[in-house]
């Protein structure tokens, strides 16, 4: 349900002195905020509630808001093919034999099966964002001829409450039955810890049906990807629900170096690469692409006919300066 939607139904328990339309729509708008990490508002909003320890045990004791549109779950499952070539993601040695080991399992799937075997199906991505996640992903589909499915996390918690679970459901069902990768961004979104004290019962019985949406997707053809930024705030029986668990770190010098050979592929750069890639030290793959394509295209504004490599390494100082101050997480709960 769209943000205008909820508030409209928040004008019409007040206008009808319907406190328990009223406290439901609240909580929706709420859960859509936790799901998008907007934790300082969502405790903003639970405060203007009153949403005590107390008041939310109440709540919960609520009959659920009957859905509205039967058909949610049509806009929860994007379903995309990838027609061009996509490139092996640039990725540290450790990592890539992982993703190659993922890929020789569902290309091999009849030989494993005929030995009783199953391949790896339920994979789990974790890592700072802008370091390849959502491009392997992709990239697995395309190498086991399989179209990918991206859930929209923001249509799943646009339902009123209650009809998350139901969303999750169809979408695994979906993809059982459907061969796909089922591609889950921003994973922490759905799957967060269930103890944290910002939480409403609603996030938490949404963390419950993952689980069990997770323990029951058996298919032979299909592959479920997760991928969260935020591996911190995962809840605690989230990580043993996988078969694949694969970390993606900052680019160390040499992914750092073949990704600048590719940016800059058939451009001329003055002064080498190697102070470049020194001067992306503690740089996401992300943050070095913005950079040098800001870079490229002020060469060609200026109508040169090459790029300085010192102007790179000036421009990607100040950009690892910019981001230096980034919070880090509060507790990790993995080591690769």
Known sequence: MKGID???????????ANEELFIQTAQSIIGRELSANHHHEAQELIRALGADRQRIAERRKLTHL???????????????RNEEHIKEPVL???????????????????????????????????GPPGNGKTLTAHFIAQQ???PIGTANLSGIFSSLLGATATQLSSIFKDAAERPMVLFLDEFDALAKERDDDLEIGEPKRIVNSLLQNIDTFVSTRSLLIAATNHQYLLDSAVWRRFDAIIGFPLPGTGERELHLKRLLSGIKVTGGVAKVAAAAEKLSFADLTST??????????????AVRAADLVSSLQERRRSV???RRPRRARINE
Do not use: C, Y
């Open 292 to 305: 040098i394509d800001e870079s490229l295209k002020t060469m060609v504004l200026e109508n040169r006919k």
């Open 324 to 326: 230096s101050g980034a």
């Open 144 to 146: 086991v001829h399989l």
């Open 66 to 80: 009957p859905a509205r549109n039967s058909n949610m779950a049509i806009d929860a499952l994007l379903l995309q």
């Open 92 to 126: 540290p040695p450790t990592i890539a034999r992982k993703v190659h080991r993922i890929v020789a399992e569902h290309r091999n799937r009849e030989k494993l099966l005929a030995h009783g075997l199953r391949p790896a199906t339920r994979i789990l991505f974790w």
């Open 6 to 16: 909820l508030t409209r139904l928040l004008f019409e328990a007040h206008r009808d």
